[in-house]
């Protein structure tokens, strides 16, 4: 297990940690190994990314999405994007107080008929950070459904396997910022806070992928800024412990 080589501790539990690394070990192999991840940029919810438009809903969503599909090199790539309403998963469980449950997904991936589909829900229209999180998660699916090797841990991991490729793929900061949430929260209805999560990963897994994507273009302080304060400082400490364990990076480095 990469992550047990050397040294007395890990960042992660050290079957997460070790899961971890063989899945990142797997990206490599199988998405263009570290010339791929060099010309990746680190995407972060601003107007370099995501120049300002006029489109709104349906038109809004389309506009993001092929904002992310380009930003992923994969606007060649055939996909029929889908929107579709859910129920609000927010639920009052007290005069100030709301639990956002995860419900109906947030998107989906299907290919049927020899078409490739991707659906999302459209309240994901008000929270643009989900949204993006959103439509890399699903088109990471893609990537990873044209590959002819499995991800470690097969079909049981994938789920988790394709959290790791967003962040592979430049959109770690998204899927983290919204792994778990706390915030104000007003409508015609009242107000008050409301707190809920979305995805597969700990904010601390996260933290970890983040750091692996850095350090191995090696620039582990260029997503301080874009993370919240418990994230952006476990990213700094993983990025520590990667220092002080370079066997683990030389290996990946090996593995592409």
């Not at 997460?16 to 010309?39: K, Q, V, Y």
């Not at 120049?51 to 992310?68: H, K």
């Not at 009052?92 to 829900?121: I, L, N």
């Not at 008050?192 to 090696?218: K, P």
């Amino acid at each position: 297990m990469l992550g047990k080589l050397f040294g007395k501790g890990t960042f992660l539990e050290s079957h997460i940690e070790d899961w971890c690394l063989e899945t990142w070990a797997w990206m490599l192999r199988n998405l263009g190994g570290l010339d791929r991840l060099s010309r990746t940029p680190l995407v972060t919810p601003n107007a370099a990314f995501f120049p300002p438009s006029e489109t709104n809903g349906d038109e809004r969503g389309a506009y993001v999405f092929g904002r992310v599909k380009q930003l992923m090199g994969m606007q060649e790539w055939d996909c029929r994007l889908e929107p579709y309403d859910r129920r609000s998963g927010s639920q009052r469980v007290g005069e100030y107080w709301f639990v956002h449950s995860r419900g109906a997904p947030q998107g989906t991936f299907s290919v049927k008929d020899g078409v490739v589909r991707v659906a999302y829900a459209r309240d994901l229209l008000d929270d643009p950070v989900a949204l993006v999180g959103a439509f890399a998660h699903e088109l990471c699916h893609y990537l990873i459904a044209v590959l002819g090797e499995p991800c470690p841990g097969g079909e049981e991991t994938l789920e988790l396997a394709t959290e790791l490729a967003t962040a592979f793929s430049g959109f770690g900061v998204f899927r983290a910022n919204r792994a778990h949430f706390f915030e104000r929260h007003q409508d015609a209805f009242g107000q008050g806070y409301r707190s809920g999560g979305s995805g597969y990963l700990s904010e601390r897994t996260w933290a970890f992928a983040i750091a692996l994507f850095l350090s191995l273009r090696r620039e582990p302080g260029a997503a301080q800024a874009w993370l919240k304060p418990q994230i952006a400082s476990d990213v700094a400490k993983a990025c520590r412990y990667l220092e002080r364990n370079p066997h683990i990076l030389e290996s990946l480095r090996g593995a592409s």
